[in-house]
């Protein structure tokens, strides 16, 4: 019997209800009805009644609840004191622009839900930086997408993302179930940053930019050129979009993995504690 555990317990035993409290623990439904079913076999007993208005308690239940909501306090001034011992600690989390709402709406809640004592500061990264400021130095631990560079840094596969090419929804392509890189030759493409990560270009870009292309750093930067200039872009098939593009699969391009990375060597148990936090979101 794990603190997790317990505490998925607690928050559906506070609701009386699975989905106001997966709402709270920011975690979708089936996982958290997986996990309390792994406890009630681990204890042998069912600890919930479920009616069509929710869940109470069973005697068996109650006896735990008491219990289990005592030891969750109890950890919770563990902790507090080992952090004040430990004086104030900051969590940088580096980010693409792109994937900003996920550490801001899901990681960040869910670490800070582990460690309260502890300041998040999150820096977001253009284009130019694959690492969202990891190689820099500026962050202690990123999420990104691949492929980069990736020497001296550790990585953690969260989920795999296809990837299209977008165009505007006049274009001929936008009537295709996909496309392959080929058919793609002669369009004129987005302008990285001069410096970025070849690998980075490469996967991004499907041919060379016109001379006189302007340097595009964010994501909705590379979609505006798209919607207002017929530029090419790639982007993951799951990408937000104005309205009046469309992301066409490429067949022959792999998925781009969305990850959580870290510095391999000097990095501090906060950082093996936020790929954990990232880790276990994103498996439920």
């Known amino acids: 019997m794990d603190l997790r555990a317990l505490r998925y317990f607690v928050a559906v035993a506070d609701e009386r209800h699975v989905g106001r409290a997966a709402s709270r623990l920011h975690m979708t439904q089936p996982p958290l009805s997986r996990a309390i079913r792994q406890l009630e076999d681990e ?20 006896a735990l609840y008491g219990e289990a909501d005592a030891l969750l306090k109890q950890a919770d001034r563990i902790r507090g004191r080992v952090t004040a011992a430990a004086g104030a600690a900051t969590l940088t989390v580096g980010t693409l622009a792109d994937a900003a709402e996920h550490v801001a709406g899901r990681l960040v809640p869910l670490f800070r839900e ?3 004592h502890v300041g998040v500061r999150v820096h977001e990264a253009d284009l130019g930086d694959p690492t969202a400021g990891l190689r820099a130095g500026l962050v202690d631990v990123a999420l990104t997408r691949t492929p980069f560079d990736s020497k001296g840094i550790g990585t953690q596969v969260l989920r795999s993302v296809p ?11 936008a009537r295709r179930d996909s496309v392959r890189v ?3 030759a002669g369009r004129r493409w987005v302008r990285l940053p001069d410096g970025t990560d070849p690998g980075w270009t490469a996967y991004w870009t499907a041919g060379a930019p ?8 964010t994501v909705q ?5 798209v919607l207002w200039n017929g530029t090419t872009a790639l982007a993951p098939v799951d990408q937000p979009r104005p309205a009046g593009l469309t992301v066409v699969p490429l067949a022959d391009r792999p998925p781009s993995d969305l990850v959580v990375a870290w510095p391999k060597t000097g990095h501090s148990p906060l950082v093996r504690s936020f790929v954990q936090v990232a880790w276990a979101g994103y498996r439920e």
């Open 210 to 217: 016109e001379d006189a292309a302007p340097v595009l750093r």
């Open 221 to 225: 930067e590379c979609l505006q050129a």
């Open 43 to 62: 204890l042998g007993a069912a600890l919930f009644e479920r009616t069509p208005k929710g869940v109470t308690l069973t005697p068996a239940g109650t």
């Open 114 to 116: 582990r460690h309260p």
């Open 182 to 184: 080929a058919e793609l």
């Open 163 to 173: 990837v299209g090419v977008v165009v505007r929804d006049d274009d001929p392509l």
